[in-house]
């Protein structure tokens, strides 16, 4: 059995962030953790890779870099109504593919001289006088703290973290190439964010996306349901039914495979931490407005990094003040007030009036272009 400080389960954003953390924190801790991964770089990940440049500043901190295909989004069309509000976005979105991204990081990571081990999935989690023993097929490794970057299906949460209430988002996606009819699309570079099957029940929007597939342009449509007011006994909104109207509504007749993956959503009382383990991005929960977690992620890392030294450092593993840490952070307050957003944004009752709110939102969107030039010079690498 092999001894660790640090073992970290995943190396999406999350695991990647909080390795990259630990190690600007203390060099020297390069050689106390390890990153399981249950998959090999470039892995598949289904994503709308849609990147704020709240990101790309996030990155920066951590000193990483992921110098990967891009499609910077020049306008975003809303639909709030059926007269869409049409902006023009430089630098405040862009669209990158998840296994070029994450496998990027994960190679910077290794230059900054990290373990990590692919094709690692860890089996299960067992706690023991002398610290959590992780079991993989191939060997058992004895650590100090584990940090639980494993996804919204998360093992390690699912491990030390029984659930009460769900906070759970249902997501489906198809990536489609942009020939032909769709070319057109793609060249327009504009991002569609369509609230109005929030009629139909949904609790989110649907979206497509410009993006590179191996250099090829294609389009990333999807729907996304928070179920940020999940009442059990609520009808769900039909996701393939609500993607199908959409592709009729724009003329477009595919037929492509249809992916499902779920996101996590935090919810400000929730439990995220226990003696000797911590969770991270999606296994703990990213915000449930527009649902966007990579950034999220990424901004975990250094808020479990501080933790872990202050554990480390002093002896005591409880992590009795974790969500206290992320509540007090920018991350936190992220979370919480998209919450409090998506709670009111998705009553169904209130739909009608949300055109109303249309110039508070367009303000809102604005304010987030201007910041977005502001960090980050106008956006990624355009193609
Ligand atoms: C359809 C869809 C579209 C989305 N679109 C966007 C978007 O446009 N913009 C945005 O910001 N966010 C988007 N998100 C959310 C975003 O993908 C996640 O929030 C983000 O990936 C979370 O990062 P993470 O590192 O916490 O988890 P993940 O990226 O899921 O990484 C978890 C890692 O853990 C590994 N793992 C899992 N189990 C084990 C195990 N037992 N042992 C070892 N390793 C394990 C996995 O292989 C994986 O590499 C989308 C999500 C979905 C589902």
């Not at 092999?2 to 953390?21: N, Q, Y």
């Not at 097929?137 to 491990?159: H, N, Q, W, Y």
């Not at 342009?217 to 999940?230: E, K, M, Q, T, Y």
Request: hydrophobic share 40%.
């Amino acid at each position: 059995m092999e001894k660790v400080d640090i073992c970290i389960v995943g190396s999406g954003p999350s695991g990647i962030a909080t390795a990259a953390a630990l190690v600007k924190l203390r060099p020297s801790w390069r050689d106390h953790l390890v990153i399981l991964e249950r998959a090999e770089h470039p892995r598949h990940k289904l994503c709308g890779g849609g990147l704020t440049p709240w990101a790309d500043v996030l990155l920066r901190e951590l000193d990483l870099t992921a110098p990967v295909p891009d499609v910077s989004v020049g306008k975003v069309q809303l639909y709030l109504s059926d007269r869409p509000l049409e902006f023009d976005s430089p630098g405040m979105l862009r669209t990158i593919r998840r296994n070029e991204f994450d496998a990027a990081l994960a190679a910077g990571l290794r230059q900054k001289g990290v373990r990590l081990l692919e094709n690692t999935p860890v089996q299960n989690l067992i706690e023991e006088r002398d610290g959590i023993h992780v079991k993989t097929a191939a060997e058992t490794f004895l650590a100090k703290i584990v940090v639980g970057a494993d996804g919204a299906k998360s093992l390690v949460r699912r491990t030390f973290f029984p659930e009460a209430s769900s906070r759970v988002s249902r997501l489906i996606e198809i990536l489609v190439p942009a020939a032909n009819g769709l070319a057109r699309e793609f060249e327009r570079r504009t991002a569609v964010i369509d609230f109005r099957p929030i009629r139909n029940g949904l609790q989110g929007y649907v979206w497509d996306f410009p993006c590179l597939c191996s250099g090829a342009p294609h389009l990333n449509i999807g729907v996304f349901d928070s179920r940020v007011l999940a009442d059990e006994q609520a009808p769900r909104a039909h996701l393939p039914d609500i993607l199908q109207r959409h592709l009729e509504a724009r003329g477009w007749d595919i037929s492509v495979d249809l992916m499902g993956h779920p996101e996590r959503w935090f919810h400000p009382q929730d439990v995220y931490s226990r003696p000797r383990v911590l969770l991270v991005g999606d296994a703990a929960g990213v915000e449930p407005w527009l649902g966007e977690g990579i950034s999220m992620a990424l901004a975990y890392g250094p808020i479990a990094a501080s933790a872990i030294l202050t554990a480390l450092e002093g002896g005591d593993f409880s992590f009795h003040d974790y969500r206290q840490r992320i509540l007090s952070q920018q991350l936190g307050k992220i979370l919480r007030r998209n919450r409090l957003v998506a709670r009111l944004f998705y009553m169904r009752k209130l739909f009608p009036m949300l055109p109303l709110f249309s110039d508070i939102l367009h303000a809102y969107l604005n304010h987030r272009v201007k910041r977005g030039i502001r960090h980050n010079g106008g956006g990624g690498r355009k193609q």
